[in-house]
């Protein structure tokens, strides 16, 4: 018998919304500044196609002047780079965000280091890295993620996690390295683990909030799962679903959600968890970015 709490990311998301709706409208109101956002998308990939149409319109849902680029999959770095380059200076776009995988041509990093850390909403420039791990949460802009899933965190934990172990399962730069650091900041003690740490599954049961972000569908079984831990489920993986009909699939996470919830306390489910957070986050920072451009006390979230 399940006995976790369901961790409800649409609900998280849709009251970030609220907040950032109400924010936009503020700063429209006393400053005169639309906030605006430009999203690229570069080639075809169906479900990057899918994510910059959800973002835009979700931009115009809070108020926002949003502009989409779709380029070709031809395109040049540097016909990109020019791209970003006049975003930068256009001063009615106070967040850029570059949708990834870019095709394989392309230099993504050269492209993400070339947006103006200010305009750097995806939180991935070296300068908004280097921030977050200086624990400087005040001038930088957070990877949207990570960002989404720490607020589900302080959902069920409150901001201050002294005390607590947490164990953050994968060490890329899009996810589990900024939510260690986020983790660590609110005094949280933190372990990160990946390919290469030995016994894994011990190292997680030690997780007083055990953070999946590793790629493989249901990695994570109920035994890796300290009983009264929260889990956050950060994997988003398409397997075959045969018992739904020929060539149909479904989405899982990391965790094995069915029996992981069974010890766990608090647990995302995957759809429905962090990946709704992610855009909510975005329109969170853009916002943020367009106090901070008009001179104004930014809001929190
Ligand atoms: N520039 C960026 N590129 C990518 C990012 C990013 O943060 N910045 N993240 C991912 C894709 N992504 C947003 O871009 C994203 C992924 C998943 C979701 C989401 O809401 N997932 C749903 C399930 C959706 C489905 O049914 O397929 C869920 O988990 O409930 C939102 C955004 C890679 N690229």
């Known amino acids: 018998m399940a006995l976790a709490t369901v961790i409800d990311g649409k609900k998280a998301a849709a009251s970030v919304i609220e907040a950032v709706k109400a924010a936009a409208a503020g700063l429209e109101q006393e400053a005169g500044v639309k906030t605006g956002l430009a999203v690229v998308i570069v080639g075809d990939d169906p479900a990057s196609h899918a994510y910059v149409s959800s973002k835009s319109k979700m931009a115009k849902e809070c108020g926002f002047k949003s502009v989409q680029h779709t380029l070709p999959a031809e395109t040049t770095q540097g016909e990109l780079a020019k791209l970003v380059a006049s975003l930068n200076d256009d001063p009615s776009i106070h967040g850029i965000l570059v949708q990834l995988p870019l095709p394989k041509h392309l230099d993504s990093d050269a492209i993400i280091q070339s947006i103006r850390p200010e305009k750097d909403v995806d939180g991935l420039h070296v300068v908004n890295a280097g921030k977050l791990a200086t624990g400087d949460l005040d001038t930088g802009l957070i990877s949207c993620t990570p960002a989404g899933a720490m607020l589900l965190v302080r959902s069920i934990h409150g901001e ?125 920072n853009t916002v943020i970015a367009a106090h901070r451009a008009a001179g104004q006390k930014p809001p929190k979230f």
């Open 160 to 284: 201050d996690l002294s005390g607590l172990n947490a164990v953050v399962i994968g060490r890329s730069n899009l996810f589990g390295k900024p939510m260690a650091q986020l983790l660590l900041n609110a005094n949280a003690t933190v372990t990160t683990v990946h390919s290469r740490t030995k016994d894994l599954a011990s190292v997680a049961r030690g997780a007083d909030i055990l953070v999946a972000a590793v790629g493989r569908p249901e990695m994570v079984k109920a035994d890796w799962v300290k009983p009264g831990a929260t889990v956050i489920d950060v994997g988003i993986n398409r397997i075959d679903a045969p018992e739904r009909g020929e060539g149909k699939s479904r989405l899982v996470g990391d965790v094995a959600y069915g029996e992981a919830s069974d010890v766990a306390a608090a647990i995302t489910p995957v759809p429905g968890g962090v990946g709704p957070m992610t855009i909510a986050m975005l329109m969170a």
